[in-house]
């Protein structure tokens, strides 16, 4: 079920795929800007792996898809 599952992502093509797939969405800021991938819908955005866990604990059920 696509609506389980979290997608990391750092392509503006990668998060659009993911939001349409129904999937939690979170941007890599490795390619583009945190801004090019809030406005491509990313759920979350983040620029350090280290600020991962604490983001996928977050309960994503409640996230507006």
Same mark, same amino acid.
């Given at each position: *079920?696509?609506?389980?599952? %979290? $997608? $990391?992502? *750092? !392509? $503006?093509?990668? $998060?659009? %795929?993911?939001? !349409?797939?129904?999937?939690?969405?979170?941007? /890599?800021?490795?390619? /583009?800007p945190a801004t090019v991938l809030r406005?491509? %819908?990313?759920? /979350?955005?983040f620029d350090d792996y280290a600020a991962?866990?604490?983001?996928? %604990?977050?309960?994503y059920t409640t996230v507006a898809r």
């Amino acid at each position: *079920d696509p609506e389980q599952c %979290a $997608v $990391v992502e *750092d !392509s $503006v093509f990668g $998060v659009q %795929a993911a939001r !349409s797939a129904r999937m939690l969405t979170f941007g /890599y800021t490795s390619s /583009y800007p945190a801004t090019v991938l809030r406005e491509a %819908a990313a759920h /979350y955005v983040f620029d350090d792996y280290a600020a991962l866990p604490p983001l996928l %604990a977050l309960n994503y059920t409640t996230v507006a898809r």
